[in-house]
């Protein structure tokens, strides 16, 4: 009996804490809940509209839903690794410059252009890839099937109007651009003096300098900073749409007229038409995107935290 | 290894603003000189010029000559990255690779000389410096591990093990015990008296015990107000400047008698 009262005693006994400490707290807990509580609701709505997909017969989608979504994963998948791929060295480079290399003056011009790329809509990329970037890619896919077509990404034949996943991902790839230079340039104005210090009088030049001490410390952030692109890229709908001639092909072939579309201009394209069972196929390839999304976020995280002992973080 | 220092003239600037003034100097090679001297009055600025880490600062410059063994280090054709390649430099706070183990850590210089040194010279490396500043027993089972999960005081011999591991003809230190207890102080004090039979060694502290203990000659820099530049006031063998030295301003210092 003793034991319990002196139990309660001490639970009552809370410690003292001020009242906008716990507005804080309570506000920061209230937003952390209504984020739950949202990409629930997001999951769930697409689990419940999908499933009809999952489970319809095959006379009423011909093929079975991972024939006609496989061709859209391959696609999007294709589109944003091209787009990392040429996007990622060249925003490392760009915030380098930036951080390291630039006069303060050009350095802070050249930012505020960067982040001014980022406020492009997309629907401008899109315009401008369809209507620019398309026909003048036109000669640059024959030279490369013509002299670099034994690789299969170049074998050809090269599309006559241009709308190409090649475009695509060269599109994607200034869309993303400018996060991932950002997230990159800001870690690496972080890099500590201290390390730069000890690399220069060790005898390094700028260059190597950066190898090591500015690049292993922005490591992390760069990774970040593509994932965040490659995320954006995943999900790019408008521009997509309006550039890619799509065939359904699942191919590597970058610059033909076979193109396999994306999961996200692929429900831009079909859902004003869409009825019945295609919606709910429609919805199943967005669910598909969804966890796609998630597992890149998931990659990145474990990437990020796999070499923390040596992040210099302590 | 073990070079003199010498400097003529010596005017060091940040900017506009002349910080280091006339300074004259000459360090033999294979003793430690410590410098000694107020807050703010140039020490450090003094260090730096030395290897040329000075110039990094956007609009730091330095007029008058600067030799090491009568070679001009500020000559027109003089790479500031080959400077650095000879005198070696040891900061005030532990600064090693926190991305580096601990065996990268010691052959990072290295790795910048000599690409292609093979697996057992760098081997050989790594334990010839990290025995060179008493710290092998400590971490010869974990020199995987990464070098910022050493002690602070593991650290600042790691940083010494990494600026004698390319074997330069000058190590310049810049307070490198202030961020250490006793213990690992006294350590690196027996360190510096070892490494002196091969190195020229330039000490900057703010310790008068740890300058009297550690340097055969010492250095009295003095500023005469802010906004002044600082001057070299005296350089004498240690013994000299701490029991009779010729100027009046380093009597009061050393003597604790300082305004
Ligand atoms: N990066 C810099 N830019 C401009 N002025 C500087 C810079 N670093 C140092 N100074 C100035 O140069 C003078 C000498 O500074 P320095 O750091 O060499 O002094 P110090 O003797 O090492 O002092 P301490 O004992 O506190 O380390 C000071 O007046 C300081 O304000
Ligand atoms: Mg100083």
């Known amino acids: ?314 | 290894m073990g070079k003199s220092v010498e400097a003529k003239d010596l005017n060091i600037y940040y900017g506009s603003f002349l910080a280091v003034e006339g300074v004259n100097m000459t360090i033999k090679p294979k003793t430690v000189t410590a410098l000694i001297g107020p807050s703010g009055c140039g020490k450090s600025t003094f260090l730096r010029s030395i290897n040329r880490m000075h110039e990094n600062i956007p609009g730091a410059r330095v007029e008058g000559r600067l030799e090491l063994d009568g070679q001009d280090l500020y000559g027109a054709n003089v790479d500031p990255v080959g400077v650095r390649r000879q005198i070696g430099m040891v900061f005030q706070r532990p600064n090693p690779f926190p991305t580096m183990s601990i065996y990268d850590n010691v052959i990072a210089g290295m790795k910048l000389n000599n690409k292609k040194a093979s697996k057992s010279e760098l081997d050989d490396t790594v334990e010839r410096s990290l025995r060179g500043a008493n710290l092998w027993n400590e971490v010869k089972d974990r020199l995987e591990k990464p070098g910022s999960g050493l002690s602070g005081g593991q650290q600042q011999r790691l940083c010494i093990a990494r600026a004698i591991a390319v074997r330069p003809d000058v190590l310049l230190m810049d307070e490198p015990c202030s961020a250490l207890d006793p213990i690992s102080t006294l350590a690196i004090e027996d360190l510096i008296n070892e490494l002196k039979n091969d190195y020229t060694i330039v000490i900057v502290t703010h310790n008068m015990q740890q300058a009297a203990r550690v340097s055969d000659f010492t250095g009295f820099f003095n500023i005469e107000g802010t906004g002044k530049p600082g001057k070299l006031v005296e350089l004498d063998e240690t013994k000299t400047i701490f029991s009779q030295p010729k100027q009046k301003a380093t009597e009061d210092y050393v003597s604790g008698r300082f305004g």
């Open chain 1, 1 to 314: 009996m003793t034991t319990t009262e002196v139990k309660s005693e001490q639970k009552a006994a809370k410690p003292v804490t001020q009242l906008g400490d716990r507005i804080f707290a309570g506000s920061a807990k209230g937003a952390g809940i209504a984020i739950l509580v949202v990409l629930a609701g997001v999951a769930s709505f697409l689990l419940i509209e999908a499933f009809p997909a999952v489970t319809a017969p095959e006379s009423e989608l011909p093929g079975g839903l991972v024939a006609y979504v496989g061709p859209l994963i391959f696609g999007t998948l294709l589109g944003a690794v091209i787009a990392l791929v040429v996007a990622t060295p060249a925003a490392v480079a760009v915030a380098l410059f930036i951080s390291h290399y630039a006069p303060r003056r050009l350095s802070q011009g050249l930012s505020y252009i960067v982040d001014l790329l980022a406020a492009v809509p997309s629907i401008v990329y899109g315009l401008w890839g369809a209507w620019t970037l398309a026909p003048l890619s036109v000669p640059l896919s024959n030279w490369l099937t013509d002299n670099l077509g034994w690789i299969p990404l170049f074998a050809g034949p090269a599309s006559t109007t241009g709308r190409t996943m090649m475009v695509v991902g060269l599109v994607l790839a200034v869309m993303i651009l400018p996060i991932i230079t950002a997230v990159a340039r800001e870690v690496f104005l972080q890099t500590p003096s201290l390390h730069e210090e000890a690399a220069l009088a060790l005898g390094a030049t700028r260059w190597e300098m950066i190898r090591m001490a500015v690049l292993p410390f922005g490591r992390s952030g760069i990774i970040s900073g593509a994932m965040l692109g490659l995320g954006r890229a995943l999900g790019e709908t408008m521009a997509v749409a309006m550039i890619l001639s799509v065939s359904g092909a699942v191919t590597f072939n970058l610059i033909s007229s076979e193109n396999p579309g994306t999961i996200a201009a692929n429900i831009a394209l079909q859902f004003p038409e869409a009825s019945g069972i295609t919606v709910n196929v429609l919805i199943a390839s967005g669910l598909v995107l969804f966890v796609i999304t998630l597992l890149v976020n998931m990659l990145a995280r474990y990437i990020v935290e796999r070499r923390r002992d040596f992040s210099g973080a302590n």
